[in-house]
């Protein structure tokens, strides 16, 4: 079975510091990872993911994650947040099945 | 280029009533899904289809029925609302089923729904 962990429930960064969002999943093979995002009363949107290759994954909007299988994390970094970042998000692991487990979110806060 | 698009928006049902959420795609994406978003509780799938002519339980599909229209279309129906069906519900399409889950979810906006 597959499941995912996003210890952190809220975020609050102030605009401009550095973001790291965590994430924890649990799959006993090589899983595939998504990081998602939800603006307010939107639908989710796709920033990045990882199947294979490089262990660091580039995404849209300058987000970027890294895979580390020794400690079986996917955590979602920007270097410099911006207002418009603020916004729920979703990890989301997928192995065997091509249906994704989803964590339950964690929602950041910008600080001006 | 629409994507995922979900009617209604927004829905209040009182207790017993029955309604049905639309779906559509023009991807010609061949897997849909429906999801629902509590506080909390992050999503929460209800059922999906693979493809066309195929439907599957998901995480929580009691009370919840669904039909895969046509390639383009899925409906989830409520047959008799309760307060504990009162969420967020969204519709995703991908390209494929079996390749490993490496697809990437297209999301349609949702529908908020309240039962009284």
């Known amino acids: 079975a597959q499941s995912v962990t996003q210890p952190d429930i809220h975020i609050t960064v102030s605009e401009g510091a550095s973001l790291e969002l965590r994430c924890n999943y649990s799959?006993?093979?090589?899983?595939?990872l998504f990081w998602y995002v939800q603006s307010p009363g939107q639908g989710l949107q796709l920033l990045l993911k990882y199947f294979s290759g490089d262990t660091l994954v580039q995404g849209i909007k300058g987000f970027e994650a890294e895979f580390k299988r020794s400690q079986s994390s996917f955590n979602l970094r920007k270097p410099s947040v911006h207002w418009s970042d603020a916004a729920e998000y979703f990890c989301?692991?997928?192995?065997?099945?091509?249906?994704?487990?989803f964590g339950r979110g964690t929602s950041l806060i910008v600080h001006p | 280029n629409a994507g995922v698009t979900q009617t209604p928006k927004f829905q209040v049902l009182k207790t017993g009533q029955s309604m049905t959420l639309q779906c559509a795609q023009d991807m010609n994406h061949n897997s849909m899904y429906w999801y629902r978003q509590d506080p909390g509780m992050g999503l929460r799938l209800i059922y999906y289809?693979?493809?066309?002519?195929?439907?599957d339980k998901g995480e929580v599909p009691n009370g919840y029925n669904v039909s895969r229209l046509n390639k383009r279309e899925f409906s989830l129906r409520l047959e008799s609302a309760a307060p504990s069906q009162t969420s967020v519900y969204f519709c995703?399409?991908?390209?494929?089923?079996?390749?490993?889950?490496?697809?990437?979810?297209?999301f349609g906006p949702g529908t908020r729904l309240t039962v009284l």
């Open positions: 989301a692991v997928a192995g065997g099945s091509y249906i994704p487990t």
């Open positions: 799959y006993g093979a090589t899983p595939y």
């Open positions: 289809s693979a493809s066309e002519g195929t439907t």
């Open positions: 995703a399409s991908s390209a494929s089923a079996g390749t490993g889950g490496s697809d990437t979810q297209y």
